[in-house]
């Protein structure tokens, strides 16, 4: 019970920032994808899905992808960051809230069809983990170069 109180917790917490504009750095508009890719390609050289299998996979990332942009706001500030660089912060929306339920659901339905044991609570706590994994990284980079910087 006390693990389902805590994913509801951290689902609020997800939720709540999908709404409000929030501070992007550059370094983190590389280093997701780039995990994201480097991950989808050491899953399918380990456990090769057949051609159906990854054609269905790309098509419908490809389309929530862009389906999840359509709600994404930007807002570049005229106050420049320590670097001399325009601060740059994003809106998703909830088009990326409802890309990623289905991106979740879609991973769950490809397990279960491929004959594996899923635990959706472990799941999901694992979603959110990596989640707010990218969210500490994220935050130390920017406390290790706010430091650098004012050295």
Same mark, same amino acid.
């Given at each position: 019970?006390?693990?389902?109180?805590?994913?509801?917790?951290?689902?609020?917490?997800?939720?709540?920032?999908?709404?409000?504009?929030?501070?992007?750095?550059?370094l983190?508009?590389?280093?997701?994808?780039?995990?994201?890719?480097?991950?989808?390609?050491?899953?399918?050289?380990?456990?090769?899905?057949?051609?159906?299998?990854?054609?269905?996979?790309?098509?419908?990332?490809?389309?929530?992808?862009?389906f999840?942009?359509?709600?994404?706001?930007?807002?570049?500030?005229?106050?420049?960051?320590?670097?001399?660089?325009? *601060?740059?912060?994003?809106?998703? !929306?909830?088009?990326? =809230?409802? @890309? #990623?339920? /289905? *991106?979740?659901?879609?991973?769950? !339905?490809?397990?279960? =069809?491929? @004959? #594996?044991? /899923?635990?959706v609570?472990?799941?999901?706590?694992?979603?959110?983990?990596?989640i707010?994994?990218?969210?500490?990284?994220?935050?130390?980079?920017?406390?290790?170069?706010?430091?650098?910087?004012?050295?």
């Amino acid at each position: 019970m006390s693990q389902i109180i805590l994913l509801i917790a951290a689902l609020f917490f997800f939720t709540r920032h999908v709404f409000r504009f929030e501070r992007i750095s550059r370094l983190t508009l590389v280093i997701i994808p780039a995990y994201t890719l480097v991950t989808g390609i050491l899953l399918v050289s380990h456990k090769r899905p057949t051609f159906l299998a990854l054609a269905v996979t790309i098509l419908i990332g490809a389309i929530l992808g862009w389906f999840q942009t359509t709600g994404l706001k930007i807002h570049v500030s005229q106050k420049p960051d320590v670097n001399g660089l325009p *601060i740059i912060e994003i809106r998703h !929306g909830w088009q990326y =809230l409802v @890309g #990623w339920i /289905v *991106i979740f659901i879609y991973g769950l !339905g490809f397990a279960l =069809l491929s @004959g #594996w044991h /899923v635990d959706v609570l472990s799941e999901l706590s694992e979603e959110i983990e990596k989640i707010f994994s990218y969210g500490r990284t994220f935050l130390k980079h920017m406390e290790h170069h706010d430091h650098v910087s004012h050295s």
